[in-house]
């Protein structure tokens, strides 16, 4: 299946549908709406996907979740006060007693504004009056990163804004 074909699945008010992928079960746009506010508010991605021509956005957690009755689906279904669901090879779709999809659009501009601002904004650690304070706030980010829910790219876009930092840091003080 596609990502097209899954965004417009999402659509469909009368069914939630996550999708494994790997070692993970993802959602996407109206489903990931509907996972965040009624399962788990995990983070969402939101990325531009040029073949479908518009942004698209998911969350994705570890099969392992699951399997350890993290996120049992009978506890999914609960949650989204389904009617049934179906385990099928790849995915994994609720039926849905009403329309608890509304909203997406603002929903969604939301959560893409959000990751606009984050892009955009200056990092937190040149304001700081001393290389010592650099580390500390350094420190403090790491320390505040909740790596047990985030996903593989937001790790990776964290790390990419600790190397930023480190060589703000590097201009304003020389080589460290």
């Known amino acids: 299946m596609t990502l097209l074909e899954k965004v417009n699945n999402s659509a469909n008010i009368q069914a939630f549908t996550m999708y494994k992928e790997g070692l993970f079960y993802k959602c996407y746009n109206q489903d990931a709406m509907v996972f965040s506010k009624y399962v788990k508010p995990y983070k969402v991605n939101s990325k531009y996907v040029k073949s479908i021509g518009a942004e698209v956005l998911s969350i ?21 006060g389904a009617v049934k669901y179906d385990i099928e090879t790849q995915n994994i779709t609720f039926c849905l007693k009403e329309d608890i999809k509304q909203g997406f659009e603002s929903w969604k501009n939301t959560i893409v504004m959000e990751k606009s601002a984050e ?58």
């Open 119 to 176: 892009y955009d904004s200056p990092p937190n650690v040149v304001k700081s009056p001393s290389i010592e304070a650099h580390y500390k706030e350094i420190i403090a980010l790491i320390k505040q990163f909740d790596l047990a829910n985030s996903t593989p790219m937001q790790g990776l876009n964290f790390i990419q804004q600790l190397k930023k930092e480190v060589q703000l840091m590097e201009e304003s003080y020389g080589n460290i």
């Open 60 to 80: 994705g957690f570890p099969v392992s979740e699951v399997d350890k009755g993290n996120l049992a689906f009978e506890m999914i279904s609960e949650k989204l």
